[in-house]
Nanobody, 126 residues
Framework: QVQLVESGGGLVQPGGSLRLSCAAS????????IGWFRQAPGKEREGVSC????????YYAHSVKGRFTISRDHAKNTVYLQMNSLTPEATAAYYCAAGYGNVCLRFPSPRGYDYWGQGTQVTVSS
């Protein structure tokens, strides 16, 4: 069964850090670009970051550049999103998505991805 599972969300104080994981099962992520998206209540889904399959080029939303880092571990079939210096504006459900080839070229659009995870909630609050 093809599946993406996010984990690592939770409650964190402003200025804190979290590392989200996106683990794949039923297929290998090696040929897929992986995007991270977030959606807050009442808002549209927003592209946060993307990492390509081959040359590991990374893309970031302007609002997170310099604070978030996307990376991938082919051996673990997992992609990570390290989030530092979190602000309350980061509160949202975070989703990872896998797209065959270089769907990162469409970043920050959520279009073109083949698989989506169920999401993990991140809440930044004091």
């Amino acid at each position: 069964q093809v599946q993406l599972v996010e984990s690592g969300g939770g409650l964190v104080q402003p200025g804190g850090s979290l590392r989200l994981s996106c683990a794949a099962s039923g297929f290998t992520l090696n040929y897929y670009s992986i995007g991270w998206f977030r959606q807050a209540p009442g808002k549209e889904r927003e592209g946060v970051s993307c990492i390509t399959s081959r040359d590991v080029t990374t893309y970031y939303a302007h609002s997170v550049k310099g604070r978030f880092t996307i990376s991938r571990d082919h051996a673990k079939n997992t992609v990570y999103l390290q989030m530092n210096s979190l602000t309350p504006e980061a509160t949202a459900a975070y989703y990872c998505a896998a797209g065959y080839g270089n769907v990162c070229l469409r970043f920050p659009s959520p279009r073109g991805y083949d698989y989506w995870g169920q999401g993990t909630q991140v809440t930044v609050s004091s």
